[in-house]
DNA sequence: GCAAATGATTTCAG
DNA sequence: CTGAAATCATTTGC
């Protein structure tokens, strides 16, 4: 008010405060006089800001009607524009004020957030990426728990209506009322000066303010997803033992590689598919069981002793297939290993154990160029040969055998060590510092000068 | 109901 | 990132 009064007495040093008149009623026509002087030229001013200034007054008709002579002014164009500029001037200071504002950290995470939950993004994709985020989250078996998933998948499909459903009434509220102001604004612009700049500022509060409900809106989704998400998806709570088909596939693995049990990707990608488990769970399985094997060996004895029983025969039908294949150089299935069905069998036959080592050593000559006879370095040269090529079909059978024919080496030569004082099976495979011998640096073979106090049960027989 | 077993997670180191 | 170790939370067997 006060910048007004200022800006009109710049205008044309009008007093209006001195001007006579009450309510605009008694107020002289406007074309009374030719203007043609200074002071016709001022009092034409000063009645059209009079006009201006006592419109709010009168009646809505009388307003419109005045508002039509206002327009028709022939000071109005010149008086118009001479607003707009000083209002320009003076607007200048507060739109330098407030700039450009950088994108907002938070509302971007919440962005991202529910663009990765498929909350946002497009409908189709969203719910094909909420699936898969929901798969990958409860790191369990496919199919396994799809019950559960379904209904994760049905909640979450529901967060993502109500989600879009509100955006989209605030955005439909957002636009709506844009259009009243910028409406008001530009029909207001007839009567006072609203530069399209000014609009635009206005315009950018309204959008500020509708984007910060909705990042509220955005907020509360990102919370009930999470709710969604724990509940449903937290697979701690949703434990499942795996079956005994499964353990069983990973203990003999385990067992039968005893002396590196750490499966490579591919080996982990193979159990897992075995097992109908995901690679991650393998993974944990092998992290627990290397743990808890190590922690308490006495008590995995008669597991270990079982799967040594198992593998071996497997060892020994997969070694006499290859004997009987020698000629041909075809190796069996290179999963034998993990296939044993033969529950019934017993290992306490002694000649099978010697017809296996013998095979081993004698039956196969062909295929694998064997070192000198000391089942420590047999053992490392051999798997040295096979390497890291589990995945090779004669790599795996090589090494799965030898790994057997390390257990029944053991076993046969009644071996006790002093770490693990028992007499059928040797940890064999755990070096002085109580971790896992590293099968492509055997310490039996690069370092010759091996302290004391290291157990090497294969170099034992 | 309890203890053991077990799958998963967390923390830390390399 | 992987693995060791500790720990948590649940399941299982008694």
């Given at each position: 008010m006060d910048e007004q009064a200022r800006i009109m007495q710049t205008l044309g040093g009008v007093n209006l405060s001195g001007?006579?008149?009450?309510?605009?009623?008694?107020?002289?026509?406007?074309?009374?006089?030719?203007?043609?002087?200074v002071d016709g030229r001022k009092q034409d001013i000063g009645d059209i800001l009079h006009q201006i200034m006592t419109i709010?007054?009168?009646s809505l008709d009388e307003a419109q009607a005045k508002k039509h002579g206002l327009n028709c002014h022939r000071m109005k164009p010149a008086l118009f524009s001479v607003l707009c500029e000083i209002k320009e001037k003076t607007g200048l200071s507060i739109r330098g004020a407030?700039?450009?504002?950088?994108?907002?950290p938070q509302l971007m995470r919440l962005d991202n957030m529910l663009l990765a939950e498929g909350?946002?993004?497009?409908e189709k994709g969203g719910g094909a990426a909420a699936a898969a985020a929901a798969a990958a989250a409860s790191g369990?078996?496919?199919?396994?728990n799809s019950i559960e998933h379904s209904d994760y998948r049905a909640k979450l499909t529901q967060i993502r209506q109500i989600y879009h459903t509100e955006l989209e009434k605030y955005e439909q509220a957002c636009n709506e009322f844009t259009t009243h102001v910028m409406n008001l604004l530009r029909e207001q612009s007839r009567t006072r000066p609203i530069s399209p700049k000014e609009i635009e500022r206005m315009v950018n509060i309204i959008h500020r303010k509708f984007s910060s409900i909705q990042m509220q809106l955005k907020q509360s989704t990102c919370e009930a997803v999470m709710i969604l998400r724990s509940r449903f998806l937290d697979a701690r709570r949703k434990r499942r033992n795996f079956s005994k088909q499964a353990t069983e596939i990973l203990n003999e693995y385990f067992y039968s590689h005893l002396s590196n049990p750490y499966p490579s990707e591919e080996a982990k990608e193979e159990l897992a598919k075995k097992c109908s488990i995901t690679v991650s769970q393998v993974s944990n399985w092998f992290g627990n069981k290397r743990i808890r094997y190590k922690k308490n060996i006495g008590k995995f004895q008669e597991e270990a002793n079982l799967y040594a029983a198992k593998t071996a025969v497997n060892a020994a039908h997969a070694v006499a297939a290859a004997v009987q294949n020698s000629q041909t150089n075809s190796p069996t299935t290179p999963n034998s290993g993990f296939q044993?069905?033969?529950?019934?069998?017993?290992?306490?036959s002694a000649e099978n154990k010697n017809t296996l080592l013998t095979n081993m050593f004698t039956g196969s000559s062909g295929s694998y160029s064997l070192p000198t006879p000391n089942t420590g370095d047999l053992f490392m040269s051999m798997q040295s040969l096979s390497g890291?090529?589990?995945?090779g079909q004669v790599g795996a059978n090589v090494q799965s055998q030898v790994d057997t024919l390390r257990h029944v080496i053991s076993q046969t030569a009644g071996y006790s060590d002093g770490?693990?004082?028992?007499a059928m099976y040797s940890?064999?495979?755990?070096?002085a510092n109580g971790g896992w011998q590293d099968a492509t640096t055997p310490s039996s073979i690069i370092?010759?000068?091996?302290?004391?106090?290291s157990v090497h049960s294969d170099t034992s027989i």
């Open positions: 001007h006579p008149g009450q309510g605009g009623m008694t107020l002289p026509p406007p074309h009374g006089h030719d203007g043609t002087d709010t007054d009168q407030q700039e450009e504002e950088p994108p907002d909350v946002a993004g497009p369990g078996a496919a199919g396994d044993m069905k033969d529950e019934e069998f017993q290992l306490d890291d090529s589990y995945q770490l693990g004082g028992n940890p064999h495979s755990l070096n370092s010759p000068t091996e302290g004391p106090g």
